[in-house]
């Protein structure tokens, strides 16, 4: 097809000629719809941005969304956990560490304490940054809680075992059938029955025939076992560790030796009448740290007969 030729009207000659563009023209020309159409393609490229997208911008927001679903259930179960590390953490003050007399873990300490270095720096700028930075600082402040608390736990373990350990030791039952009659307990004598002369009595007296079982109160390592020649006649001393030992005085006859391991409820010796006595009868005796304390302030006479050797049946087992 041939080109369309221009023509224009010269008023000199009075004819039409035939329009020739120069190269500054065309140049000009060329620029000006050059010019247009990146303006019209840019503008097109707004509107589709605008109202469009890809199929990959599609996919990368379907992305984005399932992150921050994921995000939010994430929160969800932080503050889940920390609710119930908060329970344990009340829990352990005043359940454990009070009772186990331990010091309490201090608020600002079970709550991880603050500042430091800013480990949420490389989260800012993002499309979503104020969830990612408050997840991450829950997740950091969850962690250090964590560890804290399983922290105390060993300590309360360790403390506990401790206390078992100790209560296994400690002079806590009768040393003979609930059925036995109590005689003259700690109080001072104004005439002691056989030297009749004023003095303390230290210990408590039960009254129970010769022959009557005798049983160590708690665990321990016996110290003695003989007549000694003190009054007491034949008797068993036992070491029971913690500042305890305990005395069973005016025996007929032992049944443990000195450096033999007991525990609470083994049969150390058979009462009697033996040493500065005026009948049968047992002397019990508690010292702790080289004092003297009441016995009666370390057992209690709620069991029956049968109760008492039921428990004493289930002590002796390992």
Not at 52 to 61: D, I, T
Not at 191 to 207: A, E, I, M, N, T
Not at 213 to 234: P, S
Request: hydrophobic share 35%; charged share 20%.
């Amino acid at each position: 097809m041939p080109r369309k030729k221009n023509y224009v009207f010269d008023h000199v000659n009075l004819q039409f000629m035939q329009h020739r563009r120069k190269g500054s023209e065309k140049l000009l020309r060329f620029a000006l719809w050059f010019s247009l159409s990146i303006g019209a393609t840019f503008l097109y490229s707004l509107v589709f941005q605008k109202f469009f997208n890809s199929p990959k911008e599609e996919v990368l927001q379907q992305q984005v969304e399932e992150l921050r679903l994921r995000y939010t259930l994430l929160e969800k179960h932080i503050d889940g956990s920390s609710s119930a590390l908060a329970d344990m953490r009340s829990s352990d003050n005043t359940s454990y560490r009070a009772v186990l007399d331990m010091p309490l873990i201090a608020a600002d300490i079970s709550e991880g304490g603050a500042g430091g270095t800013n480990r949420t720096a490389d989260m800012t700028g993002y499309m979503n940054s104020d969830l990612m930075i408050r997840v991450r600082s829950k997740f950091d402040d969850l962690r250090t809680q964590t560890n804290i608390q399983y922290n105390s736990f060993t300590e309360v373990t360790a403390r506990a075992d401790e206390w078992k350990e100790m209560w296994a030791h400690l002079p806590y039952i009768r040393p003979v059938n609930v059925t036995m009659g109590l005689g003259d307990g700690m109080k001072f004598r104004e005439k002691h029955p056989v030297l009749g002369s004023p003095r303390w009595h230290f210990g408590q007296d039960f009254r129970c025939p010769v022959g009557t079982e005798v049983h160590a109160t708690g665990a321990g390592i016996v110290a003695y076992a003989g007549n000694d020649h003190d009054g007491y006649g034949i008797k068993v001393v036992i070491d029971h560790g913690y500042g305890y030992r305990t005395i069973y005085g005016h025996l007929s006859e032992f049944n443990v030796r000195r450096g033999q391991k007991v525990t609470r409820g083994d049969f150390i010796g058979l009462s009697g009448n033996t040493g500065t006595s005026t009948g049968p009868h047992l002397h019990y005796q508690i010292d702790l740290f080289g004092s003297h304390v009441n016995p009666l302030w370390y057992f209690q006479d709620n069991l029956t007969e049968d109760e008492y050797f039921l428990m004493l049946d289930y002590l002796s087992k390992p």
